[in-house]
């Protein structure tokens, strides 16, 4: 275990479309690349606890506010799909190839999304207390 306090960095990317993606970077910046998908409605802004494990347990933990959210340009009519996209680009901002994804509550679809569409990057995948349509069979 580390000993030293997670130092947060803050900076802006470009999505493809021209878009600002506001990122956070906490734990390890050697460590494996863990991608936090924020629930609904947050930001991307990281518990200071859960960065401080991160360094601790030698994992890079990054997340994002989603377009519109935070410090990221809207995007009219956004799907959960338009999320793997600004989430391959964070991880090419830091150098990553492959990438573990997790997603709390409204954030678990976007890492599930991003598991489905993008196989060849997505290590794991977790949704925590992630939605489901009402109507789906057996979730009574």
């Known amino acids: 275990m580390g000993t030293a306090a997670a130092e947060s960095r803050e900076f802006d990317i470009?999505?493809?479309d021209g878009r600002v993606v506001h990122v956070y970077d906490d734990g390890d910046p050697v460590g494996p690349?863990?991608?936090?998908?924020?629930?609904?409605?947050?930001?991307g802004l990281l518990p200071s606890l859960w960065a401080q494990?991160?360094?601790?347990e030698g994992v890079r933990l990054v997340s994002f506010d989603r377009a519109g959210y935070g410090g990221s340009d809207?995007?009219?009519?956004?799907?959960?799909?338009?999320?793997?996209?600004?989430?391959?680009?964070v991880a090419d901002a830091l150098g990553a190839k492959r990438f573990l994804?997790?997603?709390?509550?409204?954030?678990?679809?976007?890492?599930?999304?991003?598991?489905?569409?993008?196989?060849?990057?997505v290590i794991v995948a977790v949704s925590m207390s992630g939605p489901a349509?009402?109507?789906?069979?057996?979730?009574?």
């Open 53 to 56: 494990v991160a360094q601790d």
């Open 14 to 16: 470009q999505s493809g």
């Open 33 to 43: 690349l863990l991608v936090y998908h924020h629930g609904t409605p947050l930001s």
């Open 101 to 121: 994804v997790f997603g709390q509550s409204g954030g678990g679809p976007y890492a599930l999304g991003c598991a489905i569409l993008s196989p060849e990057r």
């Open 74 to 89: 809207r995007r009219p009519g956004r799907r959960i799909a338009d999320v793997v996209a600004d989430t391959g680009r």
């Open 133 to 140: 349509p009402f109507d789906a069979e057996g979730l009574d």
